[in-house]
């Protein structure tokens, strides 16, 4: 049974820094493509950001700079490395795999976490 767990969430101020984790258990971790998506009150499911098998990235230019993402194989787990954050990053962060490689789409994604949440006050 394949279960993805983040990590990490909670309140920061404006400015500040957090990193979330996704341990992953019951699948070859690196065999998938692994991404970050949120989702604020009364929003769609947003693309954050996503890594290969190999450790290629892909990041929206509008939060290059801010946002990494980073994993472990041996550890079966992701991070995302959120800096300077602001009010609008304030959302619920959800983990996500897919076999092979990296896609933007929510829905080319097999697996999920329950999500973290990610609150940025002003």
């Known amino acids: 049974q394949v279960q993805l767990a983040e990590s990490g969430g909670g309140l920061v101020q404006a400015g500040g820094s957090l990193r979330l984790s996704c341990a992953a258990s019951?699948?070859?971790?690196?065999?998938?493509?692994m991404a970050w998506f949120r989702q604020a009150p009364g929003k769609e499911r947003e693309f954050v950001i996503a890594?290969?098998?190999?450790?290629?990235?892909f990041v929206p230019d509008s939060l290059k700079g801010r946002f990494t993402i980073s994993r472990d194989n041996a550890k079966n787990t992701v991070y995302l490395q959120m800096n300077n954050q602001k009010p609008e990053d304030t959302a619920v962060y959800y983990c996500?795999?897919?076999?092979?490689?990296?896609?933007?789409?929510?829905?080319?994604?097999?697996?999920w976490g329950p999500g973290t949440q990610v609150t940025v006050s002003s």
């Open positions: 996500a795999a897919r076999p092979i490689v990296l896609s933007t789409l929510a829905n080319d994604y097999v697996y």
């Open positions: 019951g699948l070859t971790f690196s065999r998938f493509g």
């Open positions: 890594i290969n098998p190999g450790g290629s990235t």
